[in-house]
């Protein structure tokens, strides 16, 4: 208090115009002074009492604050920084020491006082608390100016208004000389400027200043707000908050022009908060959002052990003012330096900051006095849909040396979106970098979490002997979703490279380029007797798995485990869609977790029944000791089910939804059935029907029937020479992304019957799995059997996967296999044994009297041992005709065995 007025800046959600102002002429400091004094006595004594009470009542909507700082503003109205509910019941410095409990009944009485007091204070007088300075011209010096109205300002007591009327719409202000500090609270407010809707009009230039580093403007009496402005172009900072605290940095760009591009030439940090606490950046009413972007170090720059409890929230960093288009700052997007108890976003929508586009990291937190930060709920990497790579050319969270520090969490909103990003998606880095907490967040996916926006090197990276910290949880909303990261294969969902006690769990790792989990850079650690190597988590041993059964609504799960001796370890159980190529992991839906204790030998066997049912066909496990080192994933197993085989229908010819070929694909992947499950077709009309997918299908990942013949009015040939099949339905790749192929078959024993398969990026059918079948379909050509619609590559290509069949001695297994860009069948690597390839059309059309031949071979073995291609009888010869090369080629030392 001073003087009878409560020194605080406005509300930002009290509009401009409700805020009782002089005329716009300059009033002289002795006028003002008399204005305040006379009528405040009253609002003095109102004032000191509320304080009373506040400091000793803790009521619904206030918080306690230091002694001195009364806050009379309603919760909605008043800035974040001052009474944050997410800095409460977190790691954060202690808060001031407070009084003994009051009794309930006098607080009963206080909170009545209270209310009557607020109500009861003439609105009247509060309009006279502050004295208001107009920026009239747009010259430097003068009557008028804004350098005046800072100087009027400051030697003004007491919170302060300075407003725009500049006339026309927007306007520049030059100065030629650095502007003061701000030594006492004032807000400048740039949404006064006439005609002010949402951009700022105001442009505070320093394209004029050529010499030192002036900062657009510098605030060190705290308190104060700057709202509705353009900063730019100055050889200091846009903005520098130095001392006092409590300010509100609202609805401003700074860095970029009004158009939302760099000018050129713009400042070293878009706002520097040195030794200064407790301040809002940003805001979440519509306007309340800063852009700060284009700036030559850092979009904000958070430094020193005094600059706590600062609240960062709604803003654009390193994109456009749409949140679309990269306008990078030239470091990081927020670096926290040596600073505790900050918060970055927050769990709502209007607390979510954007930040993208800037050239190194998003957050940089470093420094072993950068503790109990908090970074909640942001876009970090995306653009403001977060659905588009927008990402930083770092990492998207780097922790060099912080302990303490908690990246998302486990309440609703509080993950973040960690994306897009050239570098790793999160970095703990540094033996100081400890305690820290990865939480909810999701790191590689789109916003929804299905969709792929990959970080281009690991999803999160522990190096440099950061230890003891922790990844995931199994609570809920604690899991991190972590997938399709990497660009290359050694690029893994979670890298330990070094360091000790990092647990790692309940996540969701699935679909990276590498291992789910790598300790140490060789790749799969194998397990050692007894567990007693060290190095990265101690490269902890991981379970051996030996069965799993799945009944529906139960899991039972049996194996062992081999590490130290007389310990317990947490085992977590997951279940994978997939089967990785490294056989190991992956780990894409979380099970649960079971605890066993090793004896003497170092040895322990379970079993272990989960009250849940499974997801995904393939099941790994991880261990952890009671350190916190988790190992990597073990080697997969494929589960057993007692549920007999379902059938799903397509029912349209939509992409996505109920009735879609996706979603009768995605339901028989997760239904766990003793199988295969089928897949049929039941479509309206005559047809024929296409199905165009724009993104790629999922991968038949648990056996599966796909049976096309089953569109009413289809039916497969019946011709020992020639093709009278009527197919109905036609799978059209023409829209899906380059390099992709139509249908993948990863499980072992499906079947694809019955359909056309077109025009796809790559192969029309790559084989993965084992003993699949191929029948009675066209590959290349459109449902009459004449028509070329080519795919990209190949017809078939059959993958290192053994015993799958093409065609067969049937005339309804006949498969035609023409048109297409490479080979009509490949089959490459020597464990691709024991192929068979009989009774196809390869080359022709499906009469066998057109030339339609694929643009490579007929037929090319890659190595494949102990292919049939043919057979003794006269319905397992093929017709290979009309191809651009060989119409069979045998190629590679592991080639051997086969018979044509």
């Given at each position: 208090?001073?003087?009878?007025?409560?020194?605080?800046?406005?509300?930002?959600?009290?509009?401009?115009?409700?805020?009782?102002?002089?005329?716009?002429?300059?009033?002289?400091?002795?006028?003002?002074?008399?204005?305040?004094?006379?009528?405040?006595?009253?609002?003095?004594?109102?004032?000191?009492?509320?304080?009373?009470?506040?400091?000793?009542?803790?009521?619904?909507?206030?918080?306690?604050?230091?002694?001195?700082?009364?806050?009379?503003?309603?919760?909605?109205?008043?800035?974040?920084?001052?009474?944050?509910p997410h800095l409460e019941g977190r790691a954060m410095p202690q808060p001031p020491s407070r009084p003994r409990p009051i009794p309930l009944t006098t607080q009963?009485?206080?909170?009545?006082?209270?209310?009557?007091?607020?109500?009861?204070?003439?609105?009247?007088?509060?309009?006279?608390?502050?004295?208001?300075?107009?920026?009239?011209?747009?010259?430097?010096?003068?009557?008028?100016?804004?350098?005046?109205?800072?100087?009027?300002?400051?030697?003004?007591?007491?919170?302060?208004?300075?407003?725009?009327?500049?006339?026309?719409?927007?306007?520049?202000?030059?100065?030629?000389?650095?502007?003061?500090?701000?030594?006492?609270?004032?807000?400048?407010?740039?949404?006064?400027?006439?005609?002010?809707?949402?951009?700022?009009?105001?442009?505070?230039?320093?394209?004029?200043?050529?010499?030192?580093?002036?900062?657009?403007?510098?605030?060190?009496?705290?308190?104060?707000?700057?709202?509705?402005?353009?900063?730019?172009?100055?050889?200091?900072?846009?903005?520098?908050?130095?001392?006092?605290?409590?300010?509100?940095?609202?609805?401003?760009?700074?860095?970029?022009?009004?158009?939302?591009?760099?000018?050129?030439?713009?400042?070293?940090?878009?706002?520097?908060?040195?030794?200064?606490?407790?301040?809002?950046?940003?805001?979440?009413?519509?306007?309340?959002?800063?852009?700060?972007?284009?700036?030559?170090?850092?979009?904000?720059?958070?430094?020193?052990?005094?600059?706590?409890?600062?609240?960062?929230?709604?803003?654009?960093?390193?994109?456009?003012?749409?949140?679309?288009?990269?306008?990078?700052?030239?470091?990081?997007?927020?670096?926290?330096?040596?600073?505790?108890?900050?918060?970055?976003?927050?769990?709502?929508?209007?607390?979510?900051?954007?930040?993208?586009?800037?050239?190194?990291?998003?957050?940089?937190?470093?420094?072993?006095?950068?503790?109990?930060?908090?970074?909640?709920?942001?876009?970090?990497?995306?653009?403001?849909?977060?659905?588009?790579?927008?990402?930083?050319?770092?990492?998207?969270?780097?922790?060099?040396?912080?302990?303490?520090?908690?990246?998302?969490?486990?309440?609703?909103?509080?993950?973040?979106?960690?994306?897009?990003?050239?570098?790793?998606?999160?970095?703990?880095?540094?033996?100081?970098?400890?305690?820290?907490?990865?939480?909810?967040?999701?790191?590689?996916?789109?916003?929804?979490?299905?969709?792929?926006?990959?970080?281009?090197?690991?999803?999160?990276?522990?190096?440099?002997?950061?230890?003891?910290?922790?990844?995931?949880?199994?609570?809920?909303?604690?899991?991190?979703?972590?997938?399709?990261?990497?660009?290359?294969?050694?690029?893994?969902?979670?890298?330990?490279?070094?360091?000790?006690?990092?647990?790692?769990?309940?996540?969701?790792?699935?679909?990276?380029?590498?291992?789910?989990?790598?300790?140490?850079?060789?790749?799969?650690?194998?397990?050692?007797?007894?567990?007693?190597?060290?190095?990265?988590?101690?490269?902890?041993?991981?379970?051996?798995?030996?069965?799993?059964?799945?009944?529906?609504?139960?899991?039972?799960?049996?194996?062992?485990?081999?590490?130290?001796?007389?310990?317990?370890?947490?085992?977590?159980?997951?279940?994978?869609?997939?089967?990785?190529?490294?056989?190991?992991?992956?780990?894409?839906?979380?099970?649960?977790?079971?605890?066993?204790?090793?004896?003497?030998?170092?040895?322990?066997?379970?079993?272990?029944?989960?009250?849940?049912?499974?997801?995904?066909?393939?099941?790994?496990?991880?261990?952890?000791?009671?350190?916190?080192?988790?190992?990597?994933?073990?080697?997969?197993?494929?589960?057993?089910?007692?549920?007999?085989?379902?059938?799903?229908?397509?029912?349209?010819?939509?992409?996505?939804?109920?009735?879609?070929?996706?979603?009768?694909?995605?339901?028989?992947?997760?239904?766990?059935?003793?199988?295969?499950?089928?897949?049929?077709?039941?479509?309206?009309?005559?047809?024929?029907?296409?199905?165009?997918?724009?993104?790629?299908?999922?991968?038949?990942?648990?056996?599966?029937?796909?049976?096309?013949?089953?569109?009413?009015?289809?039916?497969?040939?019946?011709?020992?020479?020639?093709?009278?099949?009527?197919?109905?339905?036609?799978?059209?790749?023409?829209?899906?992304?380059?390099?992709?192929?139509?249908?993948?078959?990863?499980?072992?024993?499906?079947?694809?019957?019955?359909?056309?398969?077109?025009?796809?990026?790559?192969?029309?059918?790559?084989?993965?799995?084992?003993?699949?079948?191929?029948?009675?379909?066209?590959?290349?050509?459109?449902?009459?059997?004449?028509?070329?619609?080519?795919?990209?590559?190949?017809?078939?290509?059959?993958?290192?996967?053994?015993?799958?069949?093409?065609?067969?001695?049937?005339?309804?297994?006949?498969?035609?296999?023409?048109?297409?860009?490479?080979?009509?069948?490949?089959?490459?690597?020597?464990?691709?044994?024991?192929?068979?390839?009989?009774?196809?059309?390869?080359?022709?059309?499906?009469?066998?009297?057109?030339?339609?031949?694929?643009?490579?071979?007929?037929?090319?073995?890659?190595?494949?041992?102990?292919?049939?291609?043919?057979?003794?009888?006269?319905?397992?010869?093929?017709?290979?005709?009309?191809?651009s090369s060989e119409g069979v080629t045998i190629s590679g030392s592991s080639a051997t065995n086969n018979v044509i």
């Amino acid at each position: 208090m001073e003087g009878g007025v409560l020194r605080r800046p406005f509300p930002s959600s009290q509009s401009p115009s409700a805020i009782p102002r002089l005329p716009p002429e300059r009033v002289a400091p002795a006028e003002a002074e008399q204005r305040r004094s006379a009528p405040n006595n009253l609002v003095a004594f109102y004032l000191n009492v509320c304080t009373l009470i506040i400091r000793y009542l803790h009521v619904d909507g206030y918080r306690y604050f230091e002694v001195g700082e009364p806050w009379l503003v309603p919760p909605t109205a008043r800035p974040l920084a001052l009474a944050d509910p997410h800095l409460e019941g977190r790691a954060m410095p202690q808060p001031p020491s407070r009084p003994r409990p009051i009794p309930l009944t006098t607080q009963v009485r206080m909170r009545a006082l209270l209310s009557f007091l607020l109500a009861a204070t003439p609105l009247s007088l509060t309009g006279t608390l502050a004295a208001t300075y107009t920026v009239t011209v747009t010259d430097d010096n003068g009557p008028g100016t804004l350098r005046q109205a800072i100087l009027d300002a400051n030697a003004s007591p007491g919170p302060d208004l300075i407003g725009f009327n500049l006339g026309g719409a927007s306007q520049t202000i030059a100065p030629t000389a650095e502007l003061p500090e701000l030594t006492d609270p004032v807000t400048i407010d740039g949404t006064t400027q006439p005609g002010y809707a949402g951009t700022p009009l105001v442009e505070l230039s320093g394209v004029g200043l050529t010499s030192g580093s002036p900062d657009g403007l510098r605030i060190v009496a705290g308190q104060s707000t700057v709202r509705g402005l353009l900063i730019n172009r100055f050889r200091g900072d846009c903005l520098e908050l130095a001392g006092g605290g409590t300010n509100v940095i609202e609805g401003n760009i700074l860095g970029l022009n009004s158009a939302g591009n760099d000018p050129g030439g713009t400042t070293r940090n878009g706002i520097l908060v040195t030794n200064s606490a407790r301040n809002t950046i940003g805001g979440t009413t519509v306007h309340g959002a800063n852009v700060i972007s284009g700036n030559n170090l850092n979009g904000i720059h958070i430094l020193g052990p005094n600059s706590s409890r600062n609240r960062v929230a709604n803003n654009v960093i390193g994109l456009d003012g749409a949140g679309a288009n990269a306008r990078g700052n030239s470091a990081n997007g927020v670096l926290i330096e040596n600073a505790p108890s900050n918060v970055i976003g927050g769990p709502s929508v209007t607390e979510r900051n954007v930040i993208s586009g800037n050239s190194s990291d998003g957050i940089e937190i470093t420094g072993t006095g950068a503790s109990a930060n908090l970074i909640l709920g942001n876009y970090i990497g995306t653009d403001s849909t977060g659905t588009v790579d927008r990402g930083n050319s770092g990492d998207g969270v780097f922790v060099s040396g912080a302990p303490g520090n908690q990246i998302g969490g486990g309440g609703p909103g509080e993950g973040n979106l960690i994306s897009g990003n050239a570098s790793e998606g999160i970095t703990l880095s540094g033996n100081t970098a400890a305690s820290n907490v990865v939480r909810g967040n999701r790191i590689g996916t789109d916003a929804a979490g299905a969709g792929a926006l990959r970080n281009d090197s690991h999803g999160v990276q522990v190096t440099s002997s950061a230890s003891n910290n922790t990844i995931g949880g199994e609570d809920s909303g604690e899991a991190n979703v972590v997938a399709f990261n990497g660009s290359s294969s050694t690029a893994d969902g979670v890298f330990v490279a070094s360091g000790t006690g990092n647990a790692i769990q309940g996540n969701s790792i699935f679909e990276k380029s590498g291992l789910g989990i790598d300790l140490a850079t060789n790749g799969v650690t194998e397990n050692d007797a007894g567990d007693g190597d060290g190095n990265a988590n101690l490269q902890q041993n991981y379970p051996l798995l030996v069965d799993a059964t799945h009944d529906g609504a139960t899991t039972a799960l049996a194996g062992s485990l081999d590490s130290r001796a007389n310990t317990a370890f947490r085992l977590d159980f997951f279940a994978n869609t997939l089967f990785d190529p490294s056989l190991h992991g992956e780990g894409e839906f979380y099970l649960g977790s079971h605890t066993v204790a090793t004896d003497a030998s170092g040895k322990v066997d379970f079993g272990v029944t989960l009250p849940v049912g499974l997801r995904g066909r393939y099941v790994s496990a991880t261990a952890t000791d009671p350190q916190g080192n988790t190992s990597e994933f073990s080697l997969a197993i494929k589960a057993r089910s007692t549920l007999p085989a379902a059938t799903f229908a397509v029912l349209n010819t939509n992409d996505v939804g109920p009735g879609s070929l996706r979603q009768a694909l995605l339901d028989a992947n997760r239904a766990i059935t003793a199988g295969p499950d089928r897949i049929e077709f039941n479509i309206p009309g005559s047809g024929p029907h296409v199905l165009a997918p724009t993104s790629p299908l999922p991968a038949v990942a648990d056996a599966a029937i796909l049976d096309g013949y089953t569109q009413g009015g289809a039916r497969p040939n019946t011709q020992s020479l020639g093709n009278d099949a009527v197919l109905l339905v036609r799978l059209d790749g023409n829209g899906l992304p380059s390099n992709t192929d139509l249908l993948t078959l990863l499980a072992d024993g499906s079947t694809v019957r019955g359909l056309a398969l077109t025009r796809s990026r790559r192969d029309a059918v790559a084989v993965v799995g084992a003993n699949n079948v191929l029948e009675g379909n066209f590959i290349g050509l459109d449902v009459d059997g004449s028509t070329q619609l080519a795919n990209g590559r190949d017809g078939i290509f059959i993958d290192g996967a053994p015993g799958n069949r093409v065609g067969g001695a049937t005339p309804e297994a006949r498969n035609v296999i023409s048109g297409n860009f490479g080979d009509g069948i490949e089959v490459s690597g020597a464990r691709a044994a024991r192929t068979r390839i009989l009774n196809n059309y390869i080359g022709p059309d499906s009469r066998g009297t057109l030339d339609h031949g694929n643009s490579g071979d007929g037929v090319f073995l890659n190595g494949a041992p102990n292919t049939q291609i043919g057979g003794p009888s006269a319905p397992e010869g093929n017709v290979i005709s009309g191809n651009s090369s060989e119409g069979v080629t045998i190629s590679g030392s592991s080639a051997t065995n086969n018979v044509i």
